[in-house]
């Protein structure tokens, strides 16, 4: 009885907490990534803006799904969570919410998602963002996250699939087009140098928990040697953009002066390897991405 009452809907704050609690197990935060790539890559896509409604469903319905993936990985990792001083605040880390309300919340979000992606926008478009559900949940979460240092490579697949589902969103746009595939490989290589900077800074979380994240496994030196690759493949794919795209006089000065700017930053963290250096790469990396897509679409346009 006890159990049960500690997770009743309205609980501890009643509903109005019980249901910011519930929110906050979709880590609204990451969905911002959405907006930032999902929007850009939807205006590439059209040439120009693609309809108000059109952009709010495909947000709508692509935040749902970002938020089902979220919330199932957050009842699977509470055991870990509970182990790390980044995540211990999580409600499933602090037995905030039940296990098993997150885990049905997780999976009818994701559900729903999926309709309204099929109803109001299109089928591909909800089986690209299911597949990012399906992608993060059992390849990253149950598959490699406990396994190997390079899971946020692989994993990193699904933080990409946004790119192609605004892509698909609208009507008439290809995913024969070589665009959407280099906006995702821009953003496929943005993740690696972005998170392994932050666990630098989380190394002993990391290890407390017996997460093989890469500064733990391997140690700093290793850690900013393929922080600094992963930059240059970047790098690679910016310029494999710039050429695909036919870029004009915004994206390419804004993304080359950007990526330059990233690429010194990486190669300051190689040579003091300090929590310090990390950190100023991972907050120049999520301004790098807003303004790198942002270009990009106001580049399409004009």
Not at 25 to 46: F, G, N, Y
Not at 102 to 113: A, S
Not at 194 to 200: P, S
Request: glycine fraction near 8%; hydrophobic fraction near 55%.
């Amino acid at each position: 009885m006890h159990e049960r009452g500690r997770y009743e809907w309205g609980g501890s704050g009643g509903r109005l907490a019980t249901a910011k609690r519930y929110f906050l197990v979709t880590k609204p935060r990451i969905i911002e990534l959405l907006l930032v790539t999902t929007v850009p890559s939807m205006v590439i896509a059209d040439g120009g803006w693609p309809g108000t409604w059109l952009v709010l469903a495909t947000l709508l319905g692509g935040a749902m799904s970002a938020g089902s993936a979220n919330a199932i990985n957050n009842y699977l990792d509470r055991d870990i969570d509970r182990l790390m001083r980044r995540t211990s605040k999580r409600p499933t880390a602090q037995d905030a919410v039940s296990p098993r309300g997150t885990l049905v919340f997780g999976v009818v979000l994701g559900i729903v998602g999926f309709v309204w992606l099929a109803l109001l926008v299109n089928l591909t478009a909800a089986l690209l963002a299911t597949s990012a559900i399906l992608l993060y949940v059992f390849v990253y979460t149950l598959g490699l996250k406990r396994r190997t240092d390079q899971a946020v490579v692989v994993g990193g697949i699904a933080g990409c699939m946004p790119v192609l589902t605004g892509w698909a969103a609208v009507p008439g746009a290809s995913l024969a087009d070589a665009r959407p595939w280099l906006l995702f490989a821009i953003l496929l290589w943005w993740q690696p140098p972005h998170f392994w900077a932050l666990a630098m800074k989380y190394r002993d979380d990391y290890a407390a928990a017996g997460l093989p994240m890469l500064p733990v496994t391997r140690g700093v030196d290793e850690a900013t040697r393929q922080i600094l690759l992963s930059s240059y493949l970047l790098l690679a794919v910016v310029l494999l953009y710039i050429a695909g795209a036919r870029t004009g006089w915004i994206f390419t000065p804004v993304a080359l002066t950007l990526t330059a700017g990233w690429l010194w930053l990486a190669h300051r963290l190689r040579a003091e390897r300090t929590v310090k250096q990390a950190m100023r790469l991972f907050h120049f990396s999520t301004s790098y991405l807003a303004l790198v897509f942002i270009a990009a679409a106001v580049d399409a346009v004009l």
